[in-house]
């Protein structure tokens, strides 16, 4: 069992990027799936699905390489923990890599973006930052 779900989708990611695996397998859940919705509308990842497996279902998320056949997803870091909670003010919110990495974060309103949330004027906890 994991403790930390969000830190072991973010190592899975990584490892399989380092090793330059095309996809990755995770179990499913309705965080895991929204966090990996957003870096595929960021970009990071290709594509993704989830398969309906008893008694869990799984996350499989496709990888995405440059031309060169480097991996787009460089480098994550887990902000919020549970033994450290994270949370930001919607005038908190930072900038990740200066505008070239995306700060995820769960608000009131469901997961996004740290500039979505920024510009809907919500805060909220600080997941994970992605370049």
């Not at 069992?1 to 899975?12: E, F, H, S, T, Y």
């Not at 990888?63 to 033994?83: A, F, N």
């Amino acid at each position: 069992m994991v403790n930390d779900p969000i830190a072991d989708m973010l190592a899975r990611l990584r490892n399989a990027a380092e090793i330059k695996h095309p996809q990755v397998l995770m179990p499913a859940s309705k965080l895991r799936v929204a966090v990996a919705k957003i870096l595929k509308d960021e970009g990071y990842v290709e594509k993704l699905e989830v398969t309906k497996d008893k008694p869990q279902p799984q996350l499989r998320v496709w990888l995405r390489y440059d031309t060169k056949k480097q991996p787009v997803l460089s480098g994550v870091r887990r902000v919020s923990k549970p033994g450290r909670r994270v949370y930001a003010g919607k005038l908190d919110i930072p900038w990740v890599r200066h505008g070239l990495g995306v700060a995820i974060i769960s608000t009131t309103r469901g997961v996004m973006t740290g500039t979505r949330a920024k510009r809907m004027g919500l805060g909220g906890e600080i997941l994970c930052y992605v370049w």
